[in-house]
């Protein structure tokens, strides 16, 4: 069992920044690869960024890239998602997935969510123009 649990959604203006927090418990002294979704009203669940286990690995979808930087904690085995030049677009509800067992994370897998074994409640990002 893991429980990935976030933090740090709000609202706040077209422009500005957010910072976002996941804590994943489970097996004392285990860490593991860790993503970002995000899922708009009437949309599909898409891909923002991810992170292996050691940190030496990240991944980014299309609409992050230049904007959105991940980042991880691995003492407290918590993973960051700084958010910048924020736009109405961004408005989602953004989820943390944990990535427990299969393989590690790649170009090729880690954009599906099939990937993740483990997923939070989800933390409400809301971006006004």
């Known amino acids: 069992q893991v429980q990935p649990v976030e933090s740090g959604g709000g609202l706040v203006q077209a422009g500005g920044s957010l910072r976002l927090s996941c804590a994943a418990s489970?097996?004392?002294?285990?860490?593991?690869?860790m993503g970002w979704f995000r899922q708009a009203p009437g949309q599909e669940r898409e891909f923002v960024a991810a992170?292996?286990?050691?940190?030496?690995?990240?991944f980014y979808g299309n609409s992050a890239k230049g904007r959105f930087t991940i980042s991880r904690e691995n003492a407290v085995n918590k993973v960051y998602l700084q958010m910048n030049s924020l736009n109405p677009e961004d408005t989602a509800a953004y989820y943390c997935?944990?990535?427990?067992?299969?393989?590690?994370?790649?170009?090729?897998?880690?954009?599906?969510?099939?990937?993740?074994?483990?997923w939070g409640q989800g933390t409400q990002v809301t971006v006004s123009s």
């Open positions: 997935a944990v990535a427990q067992w299969g393989p590690e994370l790649n170009s090729g897998n880690v954009g599906y969510a099939r990937t993740y074994d483990y």
């Open positions: 992170i292996s286990w050691n940190g030496a690995n990240t």
């Open positions: 489970g097996r004392p002294g285990s860490i593991y690869s």
